[in-house]
């Protein structure tokens, strides 16, 4: 009987987890959903159930580790999808550069055997980023059907065979940068974000069926990239979206608006959800007084640019590598400066493919005092425009423009470029403590959560592991010595991690313990 602690301890936790994964999928995220038969090896969409970024298994995780300590390593094309985990199976997308074909790859979680992948139909690929890909949105799974979204294809649902059973068509966002939004699973739709002009959208269509529902047009000042979430106000779910004119809900079974924030923001990251609250990385270029870089005055302009001596100070006639914002700790990765030429349609208010004096004192105003960004704390709730009321608190320095916040306990971390980490009294908003984790330079994945230890991977692909609490306590520094995009994934008492070329699986237990 030397084992019964053991198997107690072991039976309390698996029914906890169940306990866990019920009560999420009450919220809208998983209903008619199966649950596995592991409840723990669950992390169905981009950061988990409803992106908490939370892991709800307690069992322990590990803190030292690296390439050559991995239960398994599997060669992957690139991709900055993260992993969507169900049962004994994981899901992710790709890209290969080569045959310039994106892919759709199921891998055995056990041993990280690739089971089965499938092409995606597109005629074309998206235009992104330099450092992006066309394969950057998560998978999202209700534990029957996985569903993927290209940018450069649309909506593709797959039984766990790998069975096509239903595909959804759309025109590719005609973004500089590609898409960015992940689906998710929230009862019976799949919901989607595709926040481009010229008809930027939230989709909630059938997973039975791959037909749309309802579709709402949002009207975003710049293209978004965050991934939805939901939140249930009494009997009612509602979608809640980060965009770049701040925070909205609509009602999930009509899609019916219900009330919103007014923010701008680049709206790259997904808000946290809990503790009554959501909390949002509302940032805006130029929000942090490191990153701006003051213009000269317009008399100044005139002297050196002005050619034809009109007074003005055209399109043409500005230098191409005059900058305005440069994120100062982000190192050399193209994006990194903002130039003014490639901004200038902001300032140019009279759309002349010039700038007057005003114009340009505009934009000098903004080279040195940026514009309001911050992490806000928002009780969602309400009919109509809840600025003035909702917005509990906000915490407008070391605000993160990819990584999204994190809610775990009491507290919300924030991780931003440099290895920046911020934890808040997720209550009050009171700082707990702002200091470096010792791996500089951009980061791009969000941190995640369990036992009670943080993770946050760097791109240079150094994953800084801390404890939760009051005060900041770092565990471990590890390398993995490639770059690092995707958010890692935990389930069933392992991290996975993704870096460009390869899935790691890290874990300090065996699988049935």
């Known amino acids: 009987m030397t084992d019964g602690p053991a198997k107690g301890h072991a039976w309390m936790r698996r029914i906890g987890c169940l306990i866990a994964a019920l009560c999420l999928a009450g919220m809208g995220g998983l209903a008619g959903a199966e649950v596995p038969d592991e409840p723990s090896a669950c992390w169905p969409q981009f950061r988990g159930l409803n992106a908490s970024g939370v ?90 059907h996985v569903y993927v979204y290209f940018g450069s294809f649309g909506l593709l649902c797959y039984d766990f065979a790998g069975v096509e059973l239903w595909r959804l068509a759309q025109a590719a966002p005609p973004t500089p940068y590609g898409s960015g939004a992940s689906p998710i699973v929230a009862g019976q739709f799949v919901l989607l974000s595709c926040e481009a002009p010229p008809r930027p959208s939230l989709s909630a269509v059938d997973r039975r069926t791959g037909k749309v529902v309802w579709r709402q047009t949002v009207l975003p000042y710049l293209p ?69 870089v003051p213009l000269p005055p317009f008399d100044d302009m005139l002297l050196r640019h002005d050619e034809n001596r009109d007074g003005k100070i055209g399109a043409n006639e500005l230098a191409a590598d005059l900058p305005i914002v440069r994120r100062a700790q982000s190192g050399d990765l193209p994006g990194a400066e903002i130039r003014l030429a490639d901004v200038f349609p902001f300032f140019d208010t009279n759309a002349d493919q010039q700038y007057d004096r005003a114009e340009w004192d505009r934009a000098v105003a903004f080279s040195r005092h940026g514009r309001e960004h911050g992490l806000l704390a928002i009780r969602p709730g309400g009919q109509g425009d809840v600025t003035s009321s909702h917005v509990a608190w906000r915490e407008s320095r070391s605000v993160a423009e990819v990584p999204s916040p994190l809610l775990y306990g009491e507290r919300v971390y924030m991780v931003k470029d440099g290895g920046i980490v911020s934890c808040l009294d997720a209550a009050s908003g009171r700082l707990l403590y702002r200091t470096r984790l010792g791996a500089a330079g951009a980061y791009f994945a969000s941190p995640v ?61 065996q699988e049935n313990d």
């Not at 092409?119 to 998206?126: K, L, R």
């Not at 009612?236 to 701008?264: C, F, K, P």
């Open 224 to 292: 978004g990239y965050a991934t939805p979430v939901t939140w249930t106000d009494g009997e009612t779910v509602e979608v809640i979206l980060h965009n770049s004119v701040g925070v909205m809900a609509w009602r999930l079974a009509d899609g019916a608006q219900r009330w919103w924030v007014s923010s701008l923001s680049a709206a790259s990251s997904t808000p946290a959800v809990g503790a009554g609250r959501l909390f949002v990385a509302a940032y805006w270029p130029g929000g942090e007084l490191e990153d701006r």
């Open 55 to 144: 892991s709800a298994d307690e069992r322990p995780l590990p803190v030292e580790f690296g390439p050559e300590t991995a239960i398994w390593t599997t060669p992957l094309p690139p991709g900055h999808s993260s992993p969507c985990i169900w049962g004994d199976r994981i899901f992710l997308t790709a890209f290969d550069r080569d045959a310039q074909q994106l892919e759709t790859l199921c891998l055995n979680r056990l041993d990280g055997a690739i089971l089965w992948r499938r092409a995606a139909p597109a005629a074309a690929i998206e235009q992104v980023h330099p450092i992006s890909t066309p394969a950057n949105a998560t998978p999202a799974t209700d534990g029957r």
């Open 449 to 509: 959560a369990g036992d009670g230890k943080i993770y946050a991977a760097s791109h240079h692909g150094t994953i800084a592991v801390f404890a939760a609490g009051d005060t900041f306590r770092r565990l471990a520094l590890n390398e993995l010595h490639e770059p690092v995009f995707a958010t890692p994934a935990i389930a069933g008492g392992r991290l996975y991690v993704r870096t460009t070329h390869r899935l790691y699986a890290f874990g300090t237990v």
